[in-house]
């Protein structure tokens, strides 16, 4: 495999971005690679700058339930494009957006759009402080939820104490009021519960992890986090940025019957454009500006070539792509395990709905301290060996896979011959 062109890019790219990129991820060095720069998309496949084509599990980390450029969001966006990019005024396409966003969410009885999800979570939590006068929130290790400062945490030296900065530039100031519990562990958020009375003003959370890899929750976790959310007088916030739209049409919130104050969106209601949004209960949601006096603001948000393609996604979900990318994802979940029985390499496979992850690890992946027991090292391996036989999985253990609707039984069957070999390539 050829990557004359990608490596002469990198060159270019570290004079002048940071590291070379502008996501950390990118830069292929969790996997001992070095980036492939793509240079187009097509349905189910990517092929980069010097001509290599990969089948994509990916998918621009999970916008594209339809594939790379579906022909109808491409023509929807074209003439939106011909309309006018921005307007910095309001426009029918918003109205429709969150119109559709409630329908298919009836949790969220009014919402705001933002450009990213970082600007959705961090002014959830501002709502949330808001409408409870506390300052605390309660995340989960191993969730992310942006890079606001609040966000980039960990767990102190024991359950119950105050996260610590896990970036610098991040104050211990501005993670002061973070605590941080153990994903799918009730006691761990009760225990938070009980030693923080009155001082929690939300829980924020993905209801199905998808950032330590895909971690789906355990049987009561979410029900559980909705009562004693209730009991203290705290808000629930769900994250559903990952699983908004595809872990069901109406998000993970609808496939386990918990409906949550507030919660957050974006990849797939931007159709693969920048866009986030925040929403939930109307009382809560007119505490925003100019309705409320909470203030949140953006020039882009509502952008009309992003809300033309979120309308477009949203529009063409149907029960037949969840069944089908469903079936897809467990055949290649089960092709995959068997690859590694065969080779008698550790894996635990991880699936749900469109998404997987594969853990090298003999143990069952529940929580952040099962997942970063997988060996990143066989990961690594793993990854380079179906790069070069025409799979571009994500570059980090740590990360979910995705299927779309363009992926096919002949992808996957693909997909499974080529992980086989490369099984036998990890030390």
Not at 339 to 359: I, K, Y
């Amino acid at each position: 495999m050829k990557t004359v062109r990608s490596a002469r890019l990198f060159t270019r790219a570290q004079a002048i971005l940071p590291g070379g990129v502008d996501s950390p991820v990118r830069a292929f060095k969790a996997v001992g690679a070095a980036p492939l720069f793509i240079r187009r998309g097509s349905g189910a496949h990517i092929e980069d700058v010097d001509g290599n084509t990969f089948i994509d599990y990916v998918m621009s980390w999970g916008p594209l339930i339809h594939g790379h450029a579906p022909k109808g969001l491409v023509k929807a966006v074209a003439a939106a494009a011909r309309d006018g990019t921005s307007f910095g005024a309001p426009s029918p396409l918003e109205v429709a957006l969150g119109e559709r966003v409630r329908a298919l969410m009836p949790s969220i009885e009014r919402v705001r759009f933002v450009s990213s999800g970082t600007e959705a979570t961090m002014s959830a939590v501002r709502v949330a402080r808001a409408a409870t006068g506390r300052d605390r929130i309660l995340k989960f290790e191993g969730c992310y939820h942006g890079h606001a400062d609040a966000f980039l945490v960990k767990a102190g030296s024991g359950a119950l104490t105050l996260g610590t900065p896990t970036s610098p530039g991040v104050t211990r100031a501005a993670s002061a009021d973070t605590l941080v519990a153990s994903y799918n562990d009730v006691a761990s958020v009760g225990a938070a519960f009980d030693a923080n009375r009155d001082q929690i003003a939300a829980v924020i959370v993905e209801p199905i992890a998808g950032n330590m890899g895909l971690v789906p929750p355990a049987d009561g976790f979410l029900r559980a986090l909705r009562e004693l959310c209730t009991t203290s007088g705290a808000l629930l916030i769900f994250d559903e940025v990952i699983s908004g739209f595809r872990a069901a049409a109406g998000g993970a919130q609808s496939i386990y019957n918990v409906r949550p104050d507030l919660t957050c969106l974006g990849k797939i209601i931007g159709g693969g454009l920048p866009v986030g949004a925040y929403g939930g209960r109307a009382d809560l949601m007119d505490l925003v500006s100019p309705a409320g006096p909470v203030y949140q603001a953006g020039t882009l948000s509502g952008n009309p070539l992003a809300m033309t393609a979120g309308l477009w996604c949203l529009e063409n979900l149907t029960p037949k792509l969840y069944a089908c990318a469903s079936i897809l994802a467990a055949r290649l979940a089960a092709g995959l395990a068997a690859a590694a029985r065969d080779a008698g390499v550790p894996l635990q496979v991880n699936a749900f709905g469109s998404l997987l992850t594969p853990f090298f690890t003999d143990r069952p992946v529940r929580d952040f301290a099962s997942a970063t027991s997988a060996n990143t090292a066989s990961y690594a391996a793993f990854f380079r060996g179906m790069i070069v036989r025409g799979v571009y999985p994500p570059p980090s253990q740590f990360e979910a896979w995705f299927l779309s609707a363009a992926h096919s039984v002949k992808d996957v069957e693909r997909t499974i011959r080529a992980a086989r070999e490369a099984m036998k390539e990890v030390g």
